[in-house]
Nanobody, 127 residues
Framework: QVQLVESGGGSVQAGGSLRLSCEVSEHTYTRLCMGWFRQAPGKEREGLAVIDGDGRTMYADSVKGRFTISKDNGKSTLFLQMNTLKPEDTAMYYC?????????????????????RGQGTQVTVSS
């Protein structure tokens, strides 16, 4: 069982930045594909970014150029750096993970359906 714990959410004004963190319990951390998704009230879950064991990444068009996914293998931690935040970025943000093979075709849209996810952290962007 992979356990994920997010932190770093909060309230920020439009144009500001936040960095989300996700601590991963799995000792075979490097075999995981990991990502971030969000869900706003009344809206569907939206995959935002995904990273595989080799560090390959993919982003949703809505956040490309503003958000950056990264990981610290030594600390088994996943990050999402969010810049130039907009009010429409307001949502609950979740990290998610699943075991994946090397060179798998990354699909950011699949992140909400990954096998494991955290409890979420709220991000609120005011105008």
């Amino acid at each position: 069982q992979v356990q994920l714990v997010e932190s770093g959410g909060g309230s920020v004004q439009a144009g500001g930045s936040l960095r989300l963190s996700c601590e991963v319990s799995e000792h075979t951390y490097t075999r995981l594909c990991m990502g971030w998704f969000r869900q706003a009230p009344g809206k569907e879950r939206e995959g935002l970014a995904v990273i595989d064991g080799d560090g390959r990444t993919m982003y949703a068009d809505s956040v490309k150029g503003r958000f950056t996914i990264s990981k610290d293998n030594g600390k088994s931690t996943l990050f999402l750096q969010m810049n130039t935040l907009k009010p429409e970025d307001t949502a609950m943000y979740y990290c998610a993970a699943e075991f994946c093979f090397a060179n798998i075709v990354l699909m950011v849209s699949r992140v909400p359906d990954f096998d494991y996810r955290g409890q979420g952290t709220q991000v609120t962007v005011s105008s």
